[in-house]
């Protein structure tokens, strides 16, 4: 038996920058992400008799690979040239999908980690995340970016430059240990209660910046400079500067969709700076998921999320990226 896990990630600056349909055309584009200790599972073995079996938020037992109804895994697979399938995959998570954390991309780094971790071959972090950006973005046509797929790949702080060649640079991020402690300790998640299909709202990211309009270009470049300034803030660490300037990301994140944020939302974001936050933003496209704050009073803020009805999500950062946990 195989099991690989992969991370789950936040979002630090720059994200929406990382879709093709941006940095192929526009200089390339940048942005900050950090992986945590919530995790996805993939176990891979072979069982005693022929065929695909797949436990997940389902049950299949088909023969071939072009049966499979999983997308990812029938695509995984298809790679795989499997001549006579005799294979077993199960998929456990930390955290739901839909909640902003890239459990998608998560995912397929673990299921791709864990079949050639089957096969006995070796996938390093960015020939994986390549692979994996590979399966959701070129061979399924998702509307989506690539930093999921890179930051569950690699692990830690990490800032990813996506070349208009479709290169990809990773770099950690350059933030003295004890501002790491600092950082770790002051970003807190809370669950607003609401999940998403993070899709249409990147559809509509992927149209618009295709059509080249003018609004949502002049956001994304803001995004990206807003991205590389909270990179120098971090590596100088100022921790401080970094949580103005994630409230100055949400505010701008805001106007790029109005599916981005709602009433709700804004209610207990507002809340949140007035009981102890500097500032936060919703982590992933937007629409539901997580808030994430970075707190100055951390007590303080804890009680008026509790007061609200969000529950925490506790976490710490991971440093280890997609690995194999038993082989």
């Not at 584009?29 to 200790?37: E, K, P």
């Not at 109804?69 to 499997?82: F, K, N, T, V």
């Not at 996506?162 to 770099?171: I, Q, S, Y």
Request: contains cysteine.
């Amino acid at each position: 038996m195989i099991i690989a896990r992969s991370p789950l990630r936040i979002s630090l600056g720059g994200g929406g920058t990382d879709l093709p349909s941006y940095y192929r055309e526009h200089g390339g584009g940048f942005l900050i992400a950090a992986a945590i200790d919530k995790y996805v599972y993939v176990t891979v073995l072979r069982p005693f008799v022929e065929g695909i079996f797949l436990k997940y938020s389902q049950l299949e037992h088909v023969a071939s690979v072009s049966e499979v109804r999983h997308r990812i895994i029938r695509e995984a697979l298809s790679l795989m040239d499997l001549k006579t399938p005799q294979i077993e995959i199960t998929t456990l998570a930390d955290i739901p999908s839909g909640t902003g954390l890239g459990s998608s991309g998560s995912f397929t780094t673990a299921l791709l980690k864990a079949l050639y971790a089957h096969r006995r071959q070796l996938l390093l972090p960015h020939d994986l995340a390549r692979m994996a950006c590979h399966v959701e973005i070129e061979r399924l046509g998702e509307p989506i970016g690539k930093q999921d797929q890179y930051i569950a790949a690699y692990g830690g702080l990490t800032c990813f430059s996506f070349k208009p060649d479709d290169t990809v640079e990773a770099v950690p991020l350059a933030i003295p240990i004890e501002d790491l402690f600092e950082l770790e300790d002051r970003l807190l998640l809370f669950f607003t209660g609401y999940t998403r299909n993070a899709g249409e709202l990147l559809k509509d990211q992927h149209v618009r910046s295709q059509k080249r309009d003018s609004e949502m270009l002049d956001n994304l470049h803001y995004v990206k400079d807003l991205g590389q300034r909270s990179r120098a803030a971090l590596e100088r660490g100022d921790v401080q500067a970094f949580g103005r300037m994630m409230h100055e990301h949400w505010e701008n994140k805001k106007r790029r969709s109005g599916g981005m944020s709602n009433p709700r939302i804004d209610h207990c974001y507002q809340v949140g700076l007035d009981n102890g936050a500097i500032g936060g933003k919703l982590v992933g496209a937007g629409g539901g998921g997580f808030l994430m704050f970075l707190a100055d009073d951390r007590s303080r803020l804890r009680k008026a999320m509790h007061r609200e009805g969000l529950e925490e999500l506790r976490f710490g950062f991971d440093f280890e990226g997609s690995k194999v946990v038993l082989s």
